[in-house]
Structures are given as structure tokens and as C-alpha cells.
């Protein structure tokens, strides 16, 4: 069974890696502008 703690680790990686690719889409929309 998954504990809590895990839980919320796995919740704060996939929270990073979405404000990773946001800033990565972001860069890009401003190269291409």
C-alpha cells in the first residue's frame, strides 16, 4: 500500500515537470514570436 508521504511526492515531481514543460512552451512561443 502507498503511504501518504509517497503520495505526495509523486504529486510535487508531477507538479515540477509540469512547470518545467510550461516554461520549456513558453521559451518556445517567444522564440517563434
Request: glycine share 4%.
Amino acid at each position: 500500500m502507498i503511504s501518504k508521504k509517497q503520495l505526495v511526492e509523486v504529486a510535487v515531481d508531477t507538479e515540477e515537470e509540469r512547470v518545467a514543460l510550461g516554461i520549456m512552451n513558453a521559451k518556445q512561443a517567444l522564440a517563434f514570436s
